[in-house]
Nanobody, 127 residues
Framework: VQLQASGGGLVQDGDSLRLSCAAS????????MGWFRQAPGKDCEFVGA????????YYEDSVKGRFTISRDNAKNTVFLQMNSLKPEDTAVYYC?????????????????????WGQGTLVTVSS
């Protein structure tokens, strides 16, 4: 599976942005998808995840209620809708895929467990 993230950009405090992550390959629906972010000078941070079926999602507290993850398995794409953006959301955002059959637990928040990664897309929120 190859992942291509897009949709980042420069926005203002309170604005919205939608990131997309397009996957190649016919097995996209076999993977749970995660979103991570890395702010300048900080470690990579788990943002949230969505089950392979799209029926379950999980969000870190810092984005809960503002971010929404969805997926379209027919189009091999996962989305991260970000509303009410704050300057502290500034980071490079990455999508990642983990085979859904590996663990029964959800979500998997450890970046090292993910099988495939997108290249990242930069989101900058100005105050």
């Amino acid at each position: 599976v190859q992942l291509q993230a897009s949709g980042g950009g420069l926005v203002q405090d309170g604005d919205s942005l939608r990131l997309s992550c397009a996957a190649s390959g016919r097995t996209f629906s076999s993977y749970d998808m995660g979103w991570f972010r890395q702010a300048p000078g900080k470690d990579c941070e788990f943002v949230g995840a969505i089950r392979w079926s799209g029926l379950s999602t999980y969000y870190e507290d810092s984005v809960k209620g503002r971010f929404t993850i969805s997926r379209d398995n027919a189009k091999n794409t996962v989305f991260l809708q970000m509303n009410s953006l704050k300057p502290e959301d500034t980071a490079v955002y990455y999508c990642a895929a983990i085979y859904s059959g590996r663990y029964s637990a959800f979500p998997i928040m450890l970046e090292n467990e993910y099988d495939y990664w997108g290249q990242g897309t930069l989101v900058t929120v100005s105050s």
